[in-house]
T-cell receptor, first 112, second 111 residues
Framework: DVKVTQSSRYLVKRTGEKVFLECVQD?????MFWYRQDPGLGLRLIYF???????EKGDIPEGYSVSREKKERFSLILESASTNQTSMYLC???????????FGNGTRLTVT | GENVEQHPSTLSVQEGDSAVIKCTYS??????FPWYKQELGKRPQLIID?????GEKKDQRIAVTLNKTAKHFSLHITETQPEDSAVYFC??????????FGKGTRLHILP
């Protein structure tokens, strides 16, 4: 069974802090994704990666960056956290595509 | 880029009745259409998917239909049960491209 693990379930950070959200998958999936989920807005794609050291912008990349140094790990970075980045962040992975996404449990980030 | 519209945003049906959720997509090159169910406090999970080479797929009480010409696809749930209450998301994708979701439908099953 595919396991996608996000390092934190809840996180509280202050405005201006640099924030790292970590995601690890154990199924040797090529593809990894970061989404944010807000009420009424659904799941919006921030960044995705189809290979190590490769990244592509999603629909809302502003204020975020990513890192994929190893195939199993995909990190989301908030360079300078702002209150409008308070949200639920979901990491997902999939095999060679298009194919089903497997989601992590999510990280609820609050920026104060 | 791809845009996915989903309707309705909220749906209430009597237990035992059928529920239908509809989605449209904009990119005619999209060829993969999954549906995810998200229960309260849990991660989204795939419930059914369809590829563009078929028009309909069924799995017990759940079915999905695809109309490529009109660029729309629908989720049908028959004989609804209380455990069907959740938020449902449709999505569209093409090979080596991003997976774009609709905004979701909150389904309430009324006793």
């Amino acid at each position: 069974d595919v396991k996608v693990t996000q390092s934190s379930r809840y996180l509280v950070k202050r405005t201006g802090e640099k924030v790292f959200l970590e995601c690890v998958q154990d199924m040797d999936h090529e593809n990894m994704f970061w989404y944010r989920q807000d009420p009424g807005l659904g799941l919006r794609l921030i960044y995705f990666s189809y290979d190590v050291k490769m990244k592509e912008k999603g629909d809302i990349p502003e204020g975020y960056s990513v890192s994929r140094e190893k195939k199993e790990r995909f990190s989301l970075i908030l360079e300078s956290a702002s209150t409008n980045q308070t949200s639920m962040y979901l990491c997902a992975s999939s095999g060679t595509g298009p194919s089903p996404l497997h989601f992590g449990n999510g990280t609820r980030l609050t920026v104060t | 880029g791809e845009n996915v519209e989903q309707h309705p945003s909220t749906l209430s049906v009597q237990e035992g009745d059928s529920a239908v959720i509809k989605c449209t997509y904009s990119d005619s090159a999209s060829n993969y259409f999954p549906w995810y169910k998200q229960e309260l406090g849990k991660r989204p999970q795939l419930i059914i998917d369809i590829r563009s080479n078929v028009g309909e797929k069924k799995d017990q009480r759940i079915a999905v239909t695809l109309n490529k010409t009109a660029k729309h696809f629908s989720l049908h749930i028959t004989e609804t049960q209380p455990e069907d209450s959740a938020v449902y998301f449709c999505a569209a994708s093409k090979r080596d491209d991003k997976i774009i979701f609709g905004k979701g439908t909150r389904l309430h099953i009324l006793p």
